[in-house]
């Protein structure tokens, strides 16, 4: 019995249905970008499992790196305000670029994140989504790949938190409310 399970409303998306996903994911990747050597960008911390089953789900020779950004501290809403905490370490100059995020909400974050990582000059840069909430997009945010929609509702595990809490939950589930709000 996993001690967490008593905080989650519902189960959104289990363990079988994300891998399943992430394979479908994978094989696209792998087959459209066969002839090159793609960078992907891990978005951290909330990306950090989705990158880690994401690239063994990919057949292709890759490249990885990571990129810190602020998060939403102990809240549930969007601030905007986005800080780079951890730069890439690897040249994305002419170079194929995917960035893997964990969900786009107000869309604020990727939008920042590929106007930053545009100023490097990849060749092309593609974004790759687990998670989007459409009902919350705050601007026309573009993004290529894209696992599942979700409701206009806070979700945890798989990488996702509240509070730093819940991202080693093995399924993403919606997050009593009583517990946030
Ligand atoms: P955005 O800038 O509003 O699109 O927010 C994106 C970031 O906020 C994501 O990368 C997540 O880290 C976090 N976030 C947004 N919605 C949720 C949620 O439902 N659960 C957990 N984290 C979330
Ligand atoms: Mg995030």
Known sequence: M?????????????????????????LE???????????LIGILKGGFIFMADLVRSISIPIEMDFLAISSYGAGTSSSGVVKIRKDIDIDINGRDVIVVEDIVDSGL????????????????LRTCVLLDKPAAHKIDVVFDY???EVKNEFVVGYGLDFAEKYRNL???GILKEELYL
């Not at 990747?29 to 960078?39: A, F, Q, R, W």
Request: glycine share 4%; with cysteine; hydrophobic share 35%.
């Open 29 to 39: 990747i792998s087959t459209e970008y066969k002839e090159k050597t793609p960078v």
């Open 2 to 26: 996993n001690l967490m399970n008593c905080d989650i409303s519902a189960v959104l998306f289990d363990e079988f249905k994300i891998q399943t996903r992430i394979r479908e994911i994978g």
């Open 146 to 148: 894209v696992g599942f």
């Open 170 to 172: 093995p399924y993403i």
């Open 109 to 124: 974050s990727l939008q920042y994140i590929k106007d930053y990582l545009w100023q490097h000059k990849p060749n092309s």
